[in-house]
């Protein structure tokens, strides 16, 4: 085949690349939000807090699997203390979701001040594992390993989520609070520690997303602002608290972005916000959501 | 003075409303009964531009105001109360009916008139809150009053802009015997010369202001006539009387 | 009132007048500096407190009035201060315009998450657009008019005395404005959207255009703020007037001094102020510690300043409908 059609398969990697990983960070997000209600605009602060202990576990260890393994545990026990001692006592004030948004808003700056304040204003270069640095040829084209990987990761959490959330008890509890936060606590389920697990689970996965693309982005204060943007993006696009939405979404606006790029550089971020526009003026609660 | 023609209505597949035909005469006070669920508030809301009916029309004085929005049928001197919370809470008693006068003298996006200054609007609250005997409460803020009083408010602001016709929404929901009495006594009073409808649950209600009654199961009419009529009905007796054996 | 209220206006005016000639040229332009942000603040806060819409894209207003200026300065030759104000709001009253029909259409998170995008999205546009905009660097070198009375008298406003009177008043004026505005048959009609947006379109008014209006008020204010900021600073840039923190800034100011009340912007603009100039004497780390400041005021003090004051106040008695007293306490 041409070599063209080989530069628009390559664009659809790389749109895939990037649209798992935006999945792997608006996942947490939107179920964050739609179990209670509270969107978390710190989010995305986990992604890059996972790319700076990546960044020191390396240094450590020379080991990028490890920091794998170990950044995103350390970015789920940030997220469990913030949960914990700082959102659930927002709770008691009844200011409502302001009081929350706001509250982790303050979250977001801080994390974005203080990495700059322990690690430093520069950038750090990370490189991917030995293992996946090269080429992988299929049917006759190559392909960059490591964005496979990606892709792979994404699929193999995405397949666990699917396990978690539909065939175990606890996959069951998470989706009947979806619905109804109040009626499973009154079931006698200890809601409260629910919620602190849903969040330490969602930033996990944006601490996994973080570390994993750190050889691709390189780790700096600003990594996480395209990636945060494009993850509300997504929630609100794939309808708040809908998993499948997101899954959709977060493809659809790796593709964009990708093929974006591409052809009209300096457009791409109008492309996105052109396509959430599109879709709010016809479905206001996303493409699949229902009823706030 | 308002109509509807085989009206349907269903929400995602679930249908609620088969080929009502409703007719409301001018100056008439109707009111719609039936059991749960029969699709009375669904009714209510098709009419008051809430939802767009699956089928069939509305017409009011004469005009198709089929998926009509709320905002437009007020403006055509249409009103209707809530059931639950229509109030503005934070605001005060006074600055509740304010706006519903504002409303009816067309004042809307005046920039430079102070409200507070406006002395004849001021005048007409005035007015309005003693009709309704609310005017020691005048600077209450909305949830701070009594349940009974709330619910009268509620009735107030859907009749502070003197609507041609009015509808109110179980306007004695959860009201004790004497809250119920003067909220009954504040309808026959402030519906003078007006049309219009009630959906109720309160029978003794219903059969003290009613001059029609409609009455709705399962989504369709089941008889429509004077009270006497209605109370003599074979059908209707049936409805409520099997459902309280069950 | 009582007459203590009567001199404080006067009081403040004096102080106000008299200030430049106290406190050395660095510590005026802080002032200058509080009052834009008072401005932008209480602009933020009418889509805030008054009309319950929560919004974190502000900047796009505040940033397309500053660089509006900034642009018209260098480009049009002889085009004195007030025009150039002006054209900052009117760019940014017409930025509102565009982005209302979207807007106007969905609350709550939706519509802060609608907000934040909006206004980043005129970020990277600015940052792109280098031919227009001097992406990163943004623009600078333009000069700072003066103010003419055509014909009559022309006042040089690059003196610091003459600006500080200038940027005193049109800030004094537009928060006057905004307060005005509240006390208008549209200022019932927005609070009233905050309480029962549903029950407003049933009494007859249309919520949309309403919303309309309200951004468009809000918007070309924070419009003026932005041009202020740009002639009191001698460059604009998209970090300095675009970027997330200058939409947070005001959100931090209104939580400070008390949602829900007209002041409380004002008052919490100058906490921050404070906060921020005696921070920077001891640390480069002036958001840290502003983000810990709102952290903390949300923990434990989410009504604010004028929350606190309220609650003091407020031991006031509402009698019932059943002629008891209730002592009431937030």
């Known amino acids: ?292 | 003075m308002l109509q509807t023609k085989e009206l349907f209505h269903d929400f995602d597949g679930l249908k609620v409303l088969f080929g009502v035909g409703l007719e409301v005469k001018e100056g008439e006070r109707h009111a719609i009964i039936g059991p749960n669920g029969a699709g009375k508030t669904t009714l209510f809301n098709v009419i008051t531009g809430l939802y767009k009916p699956s089928s069939g029309r509305v017409l009011f004085k004469g005009q198709d105001i089929t998926g009509f929005k709320p905002c437009k049928l007020a403006r055509l001197g249409m009103s209707r109360s809530f059931q639950i919370s229509g109030l503005f809470q934070g605001l005060t008693v006074f600055q509740n009916v304010r706006l519903a006068i504002l409303s009816k003298r067309g004042i809307r996006y005046d920039l430079l008139r102070r409200v507070d200054r406006m002395h004849s609007i001021t005048e007409e609250t005035n007015e309005f809150l003693a009709r309704i005997n609310l005017d020691s409460e005048r600077s209450v803020p909305a949830n701070m009053l009594s349940y009974g009083k709330q619910r009268s408010l509620e009735i107030s602001l859907a009749l502070a802009r003197d609507p041609d016709f009015v509808l109110l929404d179980e306007p004695t929901a959860g009201m004790s015997p004497d809250e119920t009495r003067s909220a009954v006594d504040l309808v026959r009073r402030m519906t003078q010369g007006k049309t219009m409808v009630i959906v109720e649950h309160d029978m003794d209600v219903v059969f003290s202001l009613a001059d029609r009654i409609t009455v709705l199961d399962y989504g369709s009419i089941v008889a429509s006539g004077t009270p006497e009529e209605i109370r003599t009905n074979r059908d209707v007796q049936d409805i409520y009387l099997g459902k309280r054996r069950s | 009132m009582k007459s203590r209220n009567r001199f404080l206006p006067l009081a403040i005016i004096v102080a106000l007048a008299v200030l430049p000639h106290v406190m050395g040229p660095v510590k005026t332009n802080i002032f200058i500096q509080f009052a834009i942000g008072a401005v932008y603040a209480v602009s933020l806060n009418l889509l805030l407190s008054f009309t319950g819409l929560l919004s974190f894209g502000h900047a796009l207003f505040f940033g397309t009035g500053a660089y509006a200026t900034a642009l018209a300065l260098t480009h049009i030759q002889g085009l004195t201060i007030v025009p150039s104000v002006m054209l900052g709001a009117l760019a940014a009253a017409a930025i509102a315009l565009i982005v209302s029909p979207l807007l106007v259409r969905v609350t709550g998170t939706a519509f802060a998450m609608l907000t934040l995008a909006f206004g980043q999205l005129m970020f990277i546009l600015c940052l792109k657009f280098r031919e227009i905009t001097g992406g990163e660097d943004g623009i600078a070198g333009y000069p700072v008019p003066n103010l003419s009375l055509p014909g009559v008298h022309s006042v040089d406003m690059a003196d610091s005395f003459n600006f500080y009177y200038f940027a005193i008043a049109v800030s004094g004026l537009c928060i006057f404005v905004m307060w005005h505005i509240t006390k208008t048959p549209l200022g019932s009609i927005m609070v009233a959207i905050r309480d029962n947006t549903q029950r407003v379109d049933f009494l007859g008014f249309r919520v949309p255009f309403v919303k309309a209006i309200v951004f468009v008020i809000s918007g070309a204010f924070a419009g003026i703020a932005g041009s202020l900021f740009a002639l009191s600073h001698s460059v604009v840039s998209t970090d300095g007037v675009f970027q997330i923190l200058v939409s947070f800034f005001p959100l931090m100011a209104i939580l400070v001094g008390g949602i829900g009340s007209f002041w409380g912007p004002v008052i919490g603009c100058g906490v921050l102020t404070l906060v921020q100039e005696f921070t920077l004497r001891y640390t480069e780390r002036a958001e840290l510690v502003s983000g810990l400041v709102f952290v903390l005021v949300i923990l434990f003090m989410p009504y604010g300043a004028a929350g606190f004051w309220r609650m003091l106040g407020a031991r006031r008695r509402y009698r019932s409908a059943d002629g008891h007293s209730i002592t009431v306490e937030k």
Request: hydrophobic fraction near 60%; proline fraction near 3%; charged fraction near 10%.
């Open chain 1, 1 to 292: 085949m041409s070599t063209e059609a080989a530069m628009y398969i390559a664009l659809a990697v790389h749109g895939l690349t990037y649209g798992m990983l935006l999945f792997l960070v608006a996942s947490g997000l939107t179920l964050i939000f739609g179990m209670m209600g509270i969107l978390n605009i710190a989010h995305a602060s986990f992604f890059m807090l996972a790319g700076y202990f990546c960044v020191t576990v390396l240094r450590w260890t020379e080991s990028f699997w490890l920091s794998l393994l170990l950044a995103p545990i350390g970015c789920a026990l940030v997220g469990c203390v913030v949960e914990r001692f700082f959102l659930r006592r927002i709770q008691r004030h009844g200011l409502g979701h302001i009081g929350e948004l706001l509250l982790t808003l303050g979250i977001s700056l801080i994390v974005a001040d203080a990495v700059k304040a322990i690690w430093g204003t520069g950038s750090n270069e990370v490189l991917g594992p030995v293992a996946l640095r090269g080429l992988v040829a299929i049917g006759g084209w190559e392909y960059p390993a490591y964005r496979l990987f990606i892709i792979g990761v994404s699929l193999a959490l995405l397949a666990i989520m699917a396990t978690l959330l539909f065939k175990t008890r606890l996959g069951m509890i998470l989706r009947a609070a979806v619905s109804d936060a109040d009626m499973v606590s009154a079931l006698g389920i200890n809601m409260p520690r629910v919620f602190t697990v849903v969040f330490g689970l969602g930033t996990w996965m944006a601490g996994v997303a973080g570390v994993a693309a750190t050889p691709l982005l390189t780790v700096f204060p600003g990594m996480a602002d395209q990636i945060g943007l494009d993850a509300f993006v997504v929630v609100v696009v794939g309808g708040l608290g809908n998993l499948v939405g997101a899954f959709v979404a977060s493809l659809i606006i790796g593709e964009i972005y990708s093929f974006g790029i591409q052809f009209i550089p300096r457009l791409a971020p109008v492309l996105m916000f052109v396509f959430m526009a599109l879709v709010l003026s016809f479905k206001p609660s996303g493409l699949f959501g229902g009823r706030e």
